[in-house]
T-cell receptor
Framework: DGGITQSPKYLFRKEGQNVTLSCEQNLNHDAMYWYRQDPGQGLRLIYYSQIVNDFQKGDIAEGYSVSREKKESFPLTVTSAQKNPTAFYLC????????????FGPGTRLLVL | AQTVTQSQPEMSVQEAETVTLSCTYDTSESDYYLFWYKQPPSRQMILVIR??????QNATENRFSVNFQKAAKSFSLKISDSQLGDAAMYFCAFGTASKLTFGTGTRLQVTL
């Protein structure tokens, strides 16, 4: 089945630690995105990539980093510079043509110990 | 920069009735798309319906339809014959060539 997978479902981070969230898609989509969702709020864009080996900052990129070495994969690293990382993280992908409808993975819940 | 406003934090509807969720947006773009996404308790974001701004005809998907008023920058979602499974957060989103901008959501409750 085609889709987007995110792992892990839950992730715990200690102070000063970097953690990486995985996002994989087998939809053959060119573009991939990372969003952060805080309680009672909408989604805010962290980073996006429209092609392999290229990515752009979104609205809240500080404290995060990404890579796009393969079309199928777009991992997000939450660095120690992100002082308030507790949130729900959603990955999405879309084609690079037409309305660019974004399809989402099931999300990762990140908690700080 | 685009902004999306959902002025109804919560709505309630009885099963089998019709409910309309409101959304307004602000943009200077001429080429864009509008979306409604549903987020059930599982928190998976599910596409409900999509509207291309260049199309005058309102989009419909089974029990879901939109009222797209381009001049007023309004994009409301109508859910007909509401079902218990429709209970969720609903997010309106504005899309350009590179990104989506989301509203803060409307929580829909469906009662018996």
């Amino acid at each position: 089945d085609g889709g987007i997978t995110q792992s892990p479902k839950y992730l715990f981070r200690k102070e000063g630690q970097n953690v990486t969230l995985s996002c994989e898609q087998n939809l053959n989509h060119d573009a991939m995105y990372w969003y952060r969702q805080d309680p009672g709020q909408g989604l805010r864009l962290i980073y996006y990539s429209q092609i392999v080996n290229d990515f752009q900052k979104g609205d809240i990129a500080e404290g995060y980093s990404v890579s796009r070495e393969k079309k199928e994969s777009f991992p997000l690293t939450v660095t120690s510079a992100q002082k308030n990382p507790t949130a729900f993280y959603l990955c999405a992908s879309s084609t690079d043509r037409g309305p660019k409808t974004q399809y989402f993975g099931p999300g990762t819940r990140l908690l700080v110990l | 920069a685009q902004t999306v406003t959902q002025s109804q934090p919560e709505m309630s509807v009885q099963e089998a009735e019709t409910v309309t969720l409101s959304c307004t947006y602000d943009t200077s773009e001429s080429d864009y798309y509008l979306f409604w996404y549903k987020q059930p308790p599982s928190r998976q974001m599910i596409l409900v319906i999509r509207q291309e701004a260049y199309k005058q005809q309102n989009a419909t998907e089974n029990r879901f339809s939109v009222n797209f008023q381009k001049a007023a920058k309004s994009f409301s979602l109508k859910i007909s014959d509401s079902q218990l499974g429709d209970a969720a957060m609903y997010f309106c989103a504005f899309g350009t060539a590179s990104k989506l901008t989301f509203g803060t959501g409307t929580r829909l409750q469906v009662t018996l």
